[in-house]
């Protein structure tokens, strides 16, 4: 998170950190006792080793009560998503038991009405990933406000040039933004998660480049599927 600040602890009790060998990858929400909703692209450089899922968090590394790492028994990326472009960047995890819910751990509403969110709505969206442009990665959760900005001001041709679909939504990046390794965190609109950090340009902080998400309603239907299907 650029331009941010510490959020305040466990306020956001459904963030989840992505982890391979103890080390934060990718953000993520508990949006069920068991499962955890992120993007696709965070697997990319993980070679097919699967996460770890961090729960209860506020720091990386310091002990706290209800901070807990999970196994994670499967991993169902959206089969629409790809390495070359944004569609479909979704992940979903299935942790190999469910959660312990506490006051550090809780689980996060999806927009499940397909409709976008106005323009100038102001959104929170949260992370472990960099808090500067040379990529100093912070120990404790950051946060960060931010202003949907249309679908026709995101697709102009000097910023995101007409590749956002129905299916993404973007907020203004200028200064204050998402950055590498907040990938796979919830945008939160009025409490509700409507949309996934996805990397997109990878540009952090560069107002001709608005950050990009997955909005979470369309695929409503595909997270119901899975988590009706996967076993237990
Ligand atoms: N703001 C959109 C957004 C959301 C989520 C992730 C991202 N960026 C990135 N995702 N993955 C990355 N791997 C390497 N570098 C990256 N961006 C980067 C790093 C240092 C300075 C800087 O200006 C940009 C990213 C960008």
Not at 82 to 88: E, L, Q, R, V, Y
Request: glycine residues 8%.
């Amino acid at each position: 998170i650029l331009g941010g600040y510490e959020a305040k602890p466990h306020l956001r009790p459904y963030m989840a950190s992505l982890q391979l060998d103890g080390q934060h990858v990718c953000g993520g929400f508990l949006i069920a006792e068991q499962w955890v909703l992120s993007a696709a692209h965070c697997t990319e450089e993980t070679d097919g080793r699967v996460f770890q899922v961090l729960l209860g968090a506020h720091s990386l590394t310091e002990p706290e009560p209800h901070k807990r790492l999970y196994q994670v028994r499967a991993q169902f990326p959206h089969p629409g998503s790809n390495i070359h472009n944004n569609k479909d960047d979704l992940l979903l995890l299935q942790l190999e038991e469910k959660a312990e819910l506490n006051a550090a751990v809780q689980v996060l509403p999806f927009q499940r009405e397909d409709r976008d969110v106005a323009a100038d709505t102001v959104c929170d969206v949260a992370g472990w990933g960099t808090i500067t442009h040379s990529g100093r990665r912070p120990d404790k959760l950051y946060q960060v406000e931010r202003p949907v900005i249309s679908r026709d001001v995101c697709n102009h041709r000097t910023r995101h040039d007409h590749t956002i679909t129905e299916k993404m939504m973007c907020t203004d990046s200028r200064r204050r933004d998402t950055c590498k390794g907040d990938s796979g965190g919830p945008l939160v609109c009025n409490g509700v998660a409507e949309g996934v950090v996805t990397a997109g340009s990878r540009v952090c902080g560069n107002y001709k480049k608005p950050a990009i998400y997955t909005r979470i309603a369309p695929y409503a239907a595909w997270i119901d599927s899975v988590m009706a299907s996967a076993d237990g």
